[in-house]
């Protein structure tokens, strides 16, 4: 995420109470950031020959950290790696297995 959109956050944060229209403006930003960012770092770190809907795990996880969560709370104390692996495997086990390509021959 932009360094000055993470400056902005809590100014807009302590304008306007929780669930306002900019707050949930800003939710929602902050969950398409989420999201892409577990994405990214997720397809450079699936090995070879494993298949996983990335995008999937990722909208799942980072559902899970928000709904523990305030947006004040998030962008004061965003996930931390250990937190948002926990969410990751949560959501890989409820969404099933991922698959594993036989060997090429």
Sequence with gaps: M???????????????GEG???????KSTL????VASCTAT?????????????STVCTCATDKVMAEKSVKDL??????????LDKVKACISEIGPVTIAPPAE
């Design 2 to 16: 932009h360094k000055l959109t993470l400056l902005l956050f809590p100014l807009a944060l302590t304008a306007c």
């Design 20 to 26: 306002s229209v900019v707050d949930e403006n800003l």
């Design 31 to 34: 969950r398409q950031s989420l």
């Design 42 to 54: 997720a397809q450079g770190q699936i090995p070879e020959g494993v298949s996983a809907d990335v």
């Design 75 to 84: 962008v004061a104390n965003p996930p931390t790696p250990s937190e948002a």
